[in-house]
C-alpha cells in the first residue's frame, strides 16, 4: 500500500523561484490537507480540501496556493519562494462519513530550503 | 487564535513510568474529535488514539489513554509504563464541524511536547 505519497522529498529553491509539491493518495480519501512544520510551530495547516474540486485556507495560507482537480491528488504552489518558506511540509489525508473517527495518515514530508 | 494549546515543551519521564501530556483546546462547535499523533525522531506522523466529543468513556488504545474532561475542554494523553521508544514529539490535533459549518474538515494541531524516556 503506498497510502500518501509526496514528491520530491527534498528541494532547494533560489528566492523567487516557483514549484510545485505533489501530494498523492490511493486510499479513496475525501480530505486532503498541507501543513508545514518549524521547530517550535508544530504543523500549521496551510490549505486543506473536503473533496474533489474544493479548497480552503488554513492557519498559514499566504504565499501558497493548491489544487484539487482529481480527488487522489492535491497541489501545493509556491508562486515565488521565500526563505521564510524554509520548513518540512507534509501532507496527509483521511476519509469522511458520519463518524468523527478518521484519522489523517500523513505523507514522508518533503525539506524545503529557499535560499 | 490558538485552537491547540499545548503547554508542556518538554518533559523528561523514567523508563516504566507514567507521563501525562497536556492538550487543551478551543471550539464552540458541539460536534468534533480530538486525536494525539507521534513523530519520533526518524520524522513520520503516527497515530495513537481518537477521542469523539460524544464519547463518554476515555478512549484507550495499548498503553495509551486519553483523559477527556469535556467541560474544561481537556484531552490529556497519558502514557503508562514508558519505553524507551516513547521518546518522540507528541502532537494533539482536532477536527472540528458538522458539515454544515466554514470550518468542517479542518484539522489543526498543537506546537507538541516532547518527550524524552530516560533509563
Known amino acids: 500500500n503506498a497510502g500518501v505519497t509526496q514528491t520530491p522529498k527534498f528541494r532547494v529553491l533560489k528566492t523567487g523561484q516557483s514549484m510545485t509539491l505533489l501530494c498523492a493518495q490511493d486510499?479513496?480519501?475525501?480530505?486532503m490537507y498541507w501543513y508545514r512544520q518549524d521547530p517550535g510551530m508544530g504543523l500549521r495547516l496551510i490549505h486543506y480540501?473536503?473533496?474533489?474540486?474544493?479548497?480552503a485556507k488554513g492557519e498559514v495560507p499566504d504565499g501558497y496556493n493548491v489544487s484539487r482537480l482529481k480527488k487522489q491528488n492535491f497541489l501545493l504552489g509556491l508562486e515565488s519562494a521565500a526563505p521564510s518558506q524554509t520548513s518540512v511540509y507534509f501532507c496527509?489525508?483521511?476519509?469522511?462519513?458520519?463518524?468523527?473517527?478518521?484519522?489523517?495518515?500523513f505523507g514522508q514530508g518533503t525539506r524545503l530550503t529557499v535560499v | 487564535a490558538q485552537k491547540i494549546t499545548q503547554t508542556q515543551p518538554g518533559m523528561f519521564v523514567q523508563e516504566k513510568e507514567a507521563v501525562t501530556l497536556d492538550c487543551t483546546y478551543d471550539t464552540s462547535d458541539q460536534s468534533y474529535g480530538l486525536f494525539w499523533y507521534k513523530q519520533p525522531s526518524s520524522g513520520e506522523m503516527i497515530f495513537l488514539i481518537y477521542q469523539g466529543s460524544y464519547d463518554e468513556q476515555n478512549a484507550t488504545e495499548g498503553r495509551y489513554s486519553l483523559n477527556f474532561q469535556k467541560a474544561r475542554k481537556s484531552a490529556n494523553l497519558v502514557i503508562s509504563a514508558s519505553q524507551l521508544g516513547d521518546s518522540a514529539m507528541y502532537f494533539c490535533a482536532m477536527r472540528e464541524g458538522r458539515e454544515t459549518t466554514d470550518s468542517w474538515g479542518k484539522l489543526q494541531f498543537g506546537a507538541g511536547t516532547q518527550v524524552v524516556v530516560t533509563p
Open positions: 486510499m479513496n480519501h475525501e480530505y
Open positions: 480540501s473536503v473533496g474533489e474540486g474544493t479548497t
Open positions: 496527509a489525508s483521511s476519509r469522511t462519513g458520519g463518524s468523527m473517527n478518521t484519522e489523517a495518515f
